[in-house]
């Protein structure tokens, strides 16, 4: 979410600068922390000298397709953006940038994504990233988002695919360990953005998206919520029961996921346009904490 100086900036931003910002930056780095922790937990010990090198090919591939969704959004919903003041800043939505240029654009990150995960890694990363690149660019943005309140819950599950990607990019195949990792981002993804917007559900009321606080009203998405975190904080605890992570792991995810469960509880309580926007940072802080233990338990003896 860009704050008012970044908009302010951009309004003056050099046109390289514009192209990136269609990248959701912030959000890719999310996407590319979760796909690198996959890779990580996919090889026992320290990588060697080769699996490193597979590592750096996957990250960039990864990165540049996962750009390529973000401005492949922007590209689609430049009409809804320029009604929001959450995105009217972007280049897209003030028509700096053209639909031909942004299509171009997409395009080229796409292919030169595929081309690094295809002939630097393997065609199993390559295709599971494609496919993820179609799951956010067509069937969530062009289908599910207008259309249903439950987008984010259908739709979460292309957002959930990154540890999967790198698992697949060091192994080569898939076991049920990175999708017990996706399982926890599916599960997460709701309440993170619920908690988004409930306190922008004018926003996306104004641009006519069908967002749950929109059409069910603030009380039911709070409480929606609610009962996610705490499935949430369930699937949270299974790398531990399964073997996959120890100890440090296990203190770590309930502490993260009872701070998250608290958030939530006081969201459905009383609700504040405050406390949703604190709810809704902390789930960034809770993912990336949880996803940051599971590394380090992985290297402790």
């Given at each position: 979410?860009?704050?008012?100086?970044?908009?302010?900036?951009?309004?003056?931003?050099?046109?390289?600068?514009?192209?990136?910002?269609?990248?959701?930056?912030?959000?890719?780095?999310?996407?590319?922390?979760?796909?690198?922790?996959?890779?990580?937990?996919?090889?026992?010990?320290?990588?060697?000298?080769?699996?490193?090198?597979t590592m750096l090919a996957a990250i960039a591939g990864i990165w540049l397709v996962a750009g390529a969704a973000a401005a492949f959004n922007c590209l689609i919903e430049d009409g809804i953006d320029a009604r929001m003041k959450r995105t009217a800043w972007r280049a897209t939505a003030k028509g700096e940038l053209s639909r031909p240029q942004t299509l171009a654009f997409s395009a080229l990150l796409c292919a030169a994504g595929m081309a690094l995960l295809g002939?630097?890694?393997?065609?199993?990363?390559?295709?599971l990233t494609f496919a993820t690149f179609v799951g956010y660019a067509v069937i969530y943005t062009v289908i599910l988002k207008p259309t249903t309140p439950q987008n984010i819950v259908i739709g979460g599950a292309s957002g959930a695919?990154?540890?999967?990607?790198?698992?697949?990019?060091?192994?080569?195949?898939?076991?049920?360990?990175?999708?017990?990792?996706?399982?926890?981002?599916?599960?997460?993804?709701?309440?993170?953005?619920?908690?988004?917007?409930?306190?922008?559900?004018?926003?996306?009321?104004?641009?006519?998206?069908?967002?749950?606080?929109?059409?069910?009203?603030n009380d039911y998405t709070r409480l929606q919520i609610l009962l996610y975190t705490w499935v949430l904080f369930a699937a949270t605890l299974?790398?531990?029961?399964?073997?996959?992570?120890?100890?440090?792991?296990?203190?770590?995810?309930?502490?993260?996921?009872?701070?998250?469960?608290?958030?939530?509880f006081r969201l459905w309580r009383s609700y504040s346009e405050k406390l949703a926007r604190r709810t809704f940072w902390f789930s960034i802080w809770h993912l990336s904490l949880l996803f940051a233990a599971l590394l380090i338990d992985h290297y402790l003896p």
């Open positions: 979410m860009a704050s008012t100086s970044t908009a302010s900036a951009l309004m003056h931003s050099p046109r390289w600068q514009q192209f990136y910002q269609l990248t959701k930056p912030r959000v890719v780095q999310l996407i590319v922390f979760c796909a690198a922790i996959g890779m990580a937990l996919a090889v026992p010990g320290l990588p060697d000298l080769q699996q490193a090198l002939f630097y890694v393997n065609l199993l990363t390559m295709w695919m990154p540890p999967v990607l790198g698992w697949a990019a060091l192994r080569g195949e898939l076991g049920p360990e990175p999708w017990l990792l996706c399982l926890i981002i599916f599960l997460w993804t709701p309440p993170h953005f619920w908690a988004l917007a409930l306190y922008r559900a004018e926003d996306y009321a104004r641009a006519g998206l069908p967002m749950l606080p929109v059409t069910h009203g299974l790398p531990f029961l399964t073997g996959m992570s120890g100890w440090f792991y296990l203190v770590c995810a309930v502490a993260l996921g009872l701070g998250f469960c608290g958030y939530a």
